[in-house]
C-alpha cells in the first residue's frame, strides 16, 4: 500500500517562509511526476508546483520566484520551499504522485496526500 505524507505546514507572517515535504512510502520502485496542490476555502484545488522524475518543473504564475519544488528520488520524497508568504497563500497543500510503479513493477494511479495546513497571517 502507497502513502503520501506531509508535513511542515504552519502558521506564519506574512513575508516569512516555510518548507513543506511529502514522504512517499510502500513498495515503491519509481514515480513519475509530483506536484504540489492548494486549496482555499470555498476555492478550487489548484496547481502550485510540479516536478517531473528528471527534475523538470513547472509553477503556478502566482508562486513563480517565490517556491522551488525539488525532490529526492532515492528517498522518494518532494519539497516544497515557500518564501515571501503571502495572506493569500493560505490554503490546505496537498501533495500528488502519479505514474507510481510499485516493487512487482504494476503501475499505479493518482495518490494524494492528506493535506497539510498552511497559514499566513497578515
Known amino acids: 500500500q502507497v502513502q503520501l505524507v506531509e508535513s511542515g505546514g504552519g502558521l506564519v507572517q506574512a513575508g516569512g517562509s516555510l518548507r513543506l515535504s511529502c514522504a512517499a512510502s510502500?513498495?515503491?520502485?519509481?514515480?513519475?511526476?509530483m506536484g504540489w496542490y492548494r486549496q482555499a476555502p470555498g476555492k478550487q484545488r489548484e496547481l502550485v508546483a510540479a516536478i517531473s522524475s528528471g527534475g523538470s518543473t513547472n509553477y503556478a504564475d502566482s508562486v513563480k520566484g517565490r517556491c522551488t519544488i525539488s525532490r529526492d528520488n532515492a528517498k522518494n520524497t518532494m519539497y516544497l520551499q515557500m518564501n515571501s508568504l503571502k495572506p493569500e497563500d493560505t490554503a490546505v497543500y496537498y501533495c500528488?504522485?502519479?505514474?507510481?510503479?510499485?516493487?512487482?513493477?504494476?503501475?499505479?494511479?493518482?495518490?494524494w496526500g492528506q493535506g497539510t495546513q498552511v497559514t499566513v497571517s497578515s
Open positions: 510502500g513498495s515503491i520502485w519509481s514515480i513519475d511526476a
Open positions: 500528488n504522485a502519479n505514474g507510481i510503479v510499485t516493487m512487482g513493477r504494476i503501475k499505479l494511479g493518482d495518490y
